[in-house]
């Protein structure tokens, strides 16, 4: 196996810019839109005028007891674990003033 590893210190090399600055500058906005559009890695653009926004409404802080299992599985799945409960009391809020 043939490896090319370069040692590098921190900072180094960053004065070896190559790119065409003055080339980028000059580019027309049809040139950029192409570039992106050929681009496999670019992310889809997001057209805001079809996003729909939900308004959350503002948290309340309560003290509540839960079991230390029930707390203990929702902390387990990572951060936010308050919110997860608070999504979960929400679907079955929602499920139960659908009937």
Do not use: C
Not at 31 to 39: H, P, R, S, T
């Amino acid at each position: 196996m043939n490896k090319k590893i370069t040692r590098m210190r921190l900072g180094e090399g960053l004065d070896q810019d190559k790119t065409d600055w003055e080339k980028i500058a000059n580019l027309t906005d049809e040139e950029i839109d192409a570039q992106i559009a050929a681009n496999p890695d670019a992310a889809p653009a997001i057209d805001w005028d079809e996003v729909n926004f939900i308004k959350v409404s503002p948290k309340k802080a309560i003290s509540i007891r839960l079991d230390k299992d029930v707390i203990d599985f929702f902390k387990g799945q990572g951060k936010g674990y308050q919110s997860r409960i608070n999504d979960v009391l929400r679907s079955f809020m929602e499920h139960e003033t659908s009937k």
